[in-house]
């Protein structure tokens, strides 16, 4: 049974750093696209960045570049969104998703599998 897991969310300050890691089992980890999107209160899910099967990525909203960071580990079937100097605005929960394709997408609609979600909550 394919499974996403997220971890690593929480309270933080204004200006901290929280890693997000995505555990993914049921699967061949290495064949698959993860993507990362988050969703605020009473705001449409925003795709933030997306890493192919073969280690390349994509930063998808213009308020997280240069700030987020995603990376994979396939040999721990993980993938990581290092979050750095983060803001107010970050706050969301936040969602893995697995596409079985070797190309990335910022359209949640192309994904088919999803995390539970974590919760990040940016405020001093």
């Known amino acids: 049974q394919l499974q996403l897991v997220e971890s690593g969310g929480g309270l933080v300050q204004p200006g901290g750093s929280l890693r997000l890691s995505c555990a993914a089992s049921?699967?061949?980890?290495?064949?698959?696209?993860i993507g990362w999107f988050r969703q605020a209160p009473g705001k449409e899910r925003e795709g933030v960045s997306c890493i192919n099967s073969s280690g390349v990525s994509f930063g998808y909203a213009d308020s997280v570049k240069g700030r987020f960071t995603i990376s994979r580990d396939n040999a721990k079937n993980t993938v990581y969104l290092q979050m750095n100097s983060l803001k107010p605005e970050d706050t969301a929960v936040y969602y893995c998703?697995?596409?079985?394709?070797?190309?990335?997408?910022?359209?949640?609609?192309?994904?088919?599998?999803w995390g539970q979600g974590t919760q990040v909550t940016v405020s001093s």
């Open positions: 049921g699967f061949t980890f290495n064949y698959y696209t």
């Open positions: 998703a697995a596409r079985g394709r070797l190309t990335c997408s910022p359209y949640g609609s192309a994904y088919n599998y």
